[in-house]
């Protein structure tokens, strides 16, 4: 299928590439075939109570759904280390040790649950971020279409004021690309650096409340086509 991009002979609209992007499934990765996929995403925020980094880091092996390897870091910690190897599935949490989990659904499940990085990054923006059309590309050998990232325009910064609302968010700035197969719809390489922030209204009267400014940065990169992904066995893998 077509993704995102060109569609006999005309460009999507933004509202389709979002809804595209939304409606993706992880089987995708199976129509993808082997290959390596690493994402990056840091949040800072900042505001009267201090200031928080937030770092995950996201890697994917991935052959099939009988063999694969996946690892979640944050904060320089690791979180889990999942490998599906000839359909056996072992798993490390943390710094423990390789466990063989016998229910391999489940960490199939844990997979489908936290895979689509570039939703949770651009989560906070979703009623605003607009897909404009730039060019098509071939990135690691495969056709793509590259859109640039933009805020639609917002007629009330505020409008979380209105009513009983005590809190809103304001979007102040957002650029990036992202760069979407041809023939899976998956993003094969994203950019994206955006600020917005976080406004809490006071109940009280000539309070001012609080203010949260947060900056967010995400990288993600699928590469290494055609080529078996996995080739440690669970022996090796035991090893931290």
């Known amino acids: 299928m077509s993704a995102c991009g060109r569609s006999g002979g005309h460009r999507e609209t933004s509202e389709s590439v979002a ?16 290959h390596h996929c690493e994402s990056v995403l840091l949040l800072n925020s900042e505001g ?28 320089g910690r690791k979180v889990m280390d999942l490998t599906i190897w000839k359909g056996q599935a072992y798993q490390r949490q943390g710094d ?8 391999t659904h489940e960490m199939h499940y844990y ?68 760069w979407i197969d041809d023939a899976t719809g998956l993003p094969l390489k994203a950019v994206m650096d955006a600020g917005y922030r976080h406004v809490r209204f006071s109940r009280r ?5 609080e203010e949260i400014r947060f900056r967010l940065e995400f990288r993600l990169r699928r590469y290494d086509f055609g080529r078996q992904q996995v080739t440690e066995s669970p022996g090796q893998l035991a090893r931290p």
């Open 111 to 178: 997979l489908r649950q936290t895979w689509n990085q570039w939703e949770a990054a651009v989560k906070p923006f979703s009623s605003v971020l607009r897909y404009d059309y730039r060019q098509t590309e071939i990135v690691e050998g495969r056709p793509v279409h590259r859109y640039d990232l933009a805020l639609e325009s917002v007629v009330d910064p505020l409008p979380g004021r209105k009513g009983r609302s005590r809190q809103s968010i304001v979007y102040d700035s957002i650029n990036g690309s992202i």
């Open 205 to 209: 009267p000539g309070h001012p409340g």
């Open 19 to 34: 809804e595209k992007l939304a409606r993706l499934s992880p089987d995708a990765l199976a129509s993808l075939g082997p």
């Open 96 to 103: 423990g040790r390789l466990k063989t989990r016998k229910n």
């Open 48 to 75: 009267d109570r201090g200031a928080k980094v937030i770092q995950e880091r996201y890697e994917l092996q991935w052959d099939n759904w009988d063999q694969y390897r996946y690892r979640v870091e944050k904060n």
